[in-house]
Nanobody, 124 residues
């Protein structure tokens, strides 16, 4: 079973940028659709962005559209989330998730593989 490990989180100020990474343990990563989800304090987990296995298509939540960019490097088994113009409301634990089958982008329940999460805190 593939293992996903996120990194790159931290404490930043509003309007700063941050790049998250998610590294997979197996080459099967290149066949998975991938996504980022987040869970803010006291909130339910929500979808952030998704990307197809090839990277040819991406999809974003309205709240991050134009500010966040999802990408992947299948040669490095790594998924990225470039975040710019960060806002206080972007504070959350960010999770990467992957799946081999199913509708795309799909809800969080359709993703089979999850990382442990990385904390992003945006301060004023």
């Amino acid at each position: 079973q593939v293992q996903l490990v996120e990194s790159g989180g931290g404490l930043v100020q509003a309007e700063d940028s941050l790049r998250l990474s998610c590294t997979a343990s197996e080459r099967t990563f290149s066949t998975y659709a991938m996504a980022w989800f987040r869970q803010g304090p006291g909130k339910e987990r929500e979808f952030v962005a998704a990307i197809t296995w090839s990277g040819g298509s991406t999809y974003y939540a309205d709240s991050v559209k134009g500010r966040f960019t999802i990408s992947r490097d299948n040669a490095k088994n790594t998924l990225y989330l470039q975040m710019t113009s960060l806002k206080l409301e972007d504070t959350a634990v960010y999770y990467c998730a992957g799946k081999g089958t199913g509708t795309w982008p799909g809800t969080d329940g359709t993703y089979a593989y999850w990382g442990q999460g990385t904390q992003v805190t945006v301060s004023s």
